[in-house]
């Protein structure tokens, strides 16, 4: 297994020809397949003596990657879609052919350096001092963890003490991933301050929530999380507003643009952000809006010496990694080791430099504008929310949940898009989420018309 032989080297360049085919041409949206149905199709794949790399790739590329939906497909606008750029995809074979440890410098440190230059243009992007840093990490959801766990250890050191429960402060559209953080990992309470009108977080609310707040209840709280793009309304919080109440009353500033966080590279949007360089830690998901492959999301804090001291793990064995003064990645997250997940991205930002990246973000933003207009100029459609970034979110006038379940499946079994219901404040709808700099207009044009 582990000898370069003939054999190896046909099925080496025969997946480095499928790779290349993939980045080439764009794959159809593809299908999900039921279990029942793939067993039939794949038959057992794990057998004693092996079915052979031939058979192997043959069962990948025929049954199994067409059971898997292209996540980079123009027409795909459900959740967040991702759309790695070709160079970021095409290094990332070369990371996987590298064997590369980045959880120390030790290890790694060309790759940590790499990491370290793309995770600083996030940094100053955001405002954040000369000192901020961070770890790529497997997705926002360990990001915003690994930053609340930090959180609660800096405020309790500061304080000298802990409450019987600690707290933080969210409201209804903050990300699930927080609420499972915090609750079922960290074992923390939530207490949930109401949005406004578009379900943006204010510093306004939290005053107002303070205000009635017991003194058992205030003393709970150690950090704050605001959303700058919220997952299914694409909506910036009060980032200002919120970052001076943590400030007055010592909570840790924590700050979710797992998907939005991108958008800090578009000037036209860059506004909504301000604020933002008063946060203790940020995350941004690249395989979201960054062009990056998964999976991949950047973490970063203000003092990155606050992180390490609530995350470096001790061990005997270990000592020859923990040395002072050098960037050791897995002291800054819930991790040891990890892949280089930040060096696609890197590579990508390297190759092009950062204007084309500012440019691509802007355009699916001005596409999402394109898209608005459509839907304010159409009868059978209505916006439901204002959108700050690059969701739309949207209702069939008269349609019911059984009608979004029809048409939805209808235009994935016709490889037209991946269009899914969502909902808004009960209701069924839909919704677009744009960060793939290929959809165009009139994709939304066909996909709205389809819905007459
Ligand atoms: C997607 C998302 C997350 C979770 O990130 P993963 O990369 O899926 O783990 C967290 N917060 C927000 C706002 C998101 O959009």
Redo the contacts with the bound molecule.
């Keep these: 297994m582990h000898l370069y032989t003939d054999a190896t080297d046909r099925m080496a360049r025969a997946l480095a020809d499928l790779c290349i085919d993939r980045l080439r041409m764009q794959a159809p949206l593809d299908e999900t397949v039921p279990p029942e149905e793939l067993l039939d199709r794949a038959g057992l794949t794990v057998t004693e003596t092996g079915i052979g790399q031939d058979e192997a790739l043959r069962l990948w590329e025929h049954v199994l990657a067409p059971a898997c939906l292209s996540i980079d497909h123009p027409r795909y606008l459900s959740f967040?879609p991702g759309a790695p750029s070709k160079a970021a995809a095409a290094f990332d074979m070369l990371v996987g052919a590298s064997s590369v440890y980045a959880g120390s410098w030790l290890e790694g440190s060309g790759a940590v350096f790499a990491e370290n230059q793309a995770l600083r243009w996030i940094a100053d992007l955001a405002g954040l001092p000369e000192e901020a840093g961070g770890v790529f990490v497997?997705?926002?959801?360990?990001?915003?963890l690994s930053a609340l766990v930090a959180a609660r250890a800096a405020v309790q050191h500061v304080r000298g003490s802990r409450p019987e429960r600690w707290t933080v402060v969210l409201t209804d559209e903050t990300?699930s991933?927080?609420k499972h953080a915090l609750e079922s990992v960290m074992d923390v309470d939530v207490v949930l301050i109401p949005g406004d009108e578009r379900g943006r977080l204010t510093g306004g609310a939290i005053r107002e929530w303070l205000s009635t707040a017991t003194d058992v209840q205030r003393e709970s709280v150690f950090a704050v999380v605001a959303?700058a793009?919220?997952?299914n309304l694409g909506v910036v919080d009060d980032l200002a507003g919120i970052g001076e109440v943590a400030q007055e009353q010592g909570w840790w500033f924590h700050v979710?643009?797992?998907?939005?966080g991108a958008g800090l590279a578009a000037p036209s949007v860059r506004h909504l952000y301000d604020g933002i360089e008063r946060a203790d830690s940020f995350i941004v998901?690249p395989?979201?809006w960054l062009f990056a492959p998964f999976?991949c999301?950047a973490l970063i804090y203000r003092d990155p010496v606050l992180a390490r001291a609530a995350h470096t793990q001790k061990a005997g064995y270990l000592d020859p990694v923990t040395v002072e003064g050098e960037w050791n990645p897995s002291d800054f997250a819930i991790q040891l080791t990890r892949r280089a997940r930040g060096l696609p991205f890197w590579f990508s930002l390297a190759v092009h430099g950062t204007k084309a990246y500012g440019d691509a973000v802007e355009h699916t933003l001005s596409v999402t504008r394109d898209g608005r207009a459509l839907i304010d100029a159409a009868d059978h459609v209505r916006l439901l929310v204002e959108p700050d970034l690059s969701v739309l979110i949207f209702e069939r006038v008269g349609w019911s949940d059984a009608d979004y379940a029809t048409w939805s499946r209808r235009m994935l079994d016709e490889q037209r898009a991946f269009v899914t219901a969502s909902r808004h404040q009960g209701k069924v709808c839909t919704r677009f989420a744009i960060v793939n700099p290929l959809t165009t207009a009139d994709d939304l044009a066909e996909i709205l018309d389809s819905m007459r």
């Design positions: 967040i497997q997705g926002g959801t360990i990001g915003n990300h991933s927080v959303t793009g919220t997952t979710d643009g797992a998907y939005g998901d395989h979201k999976d999301c």
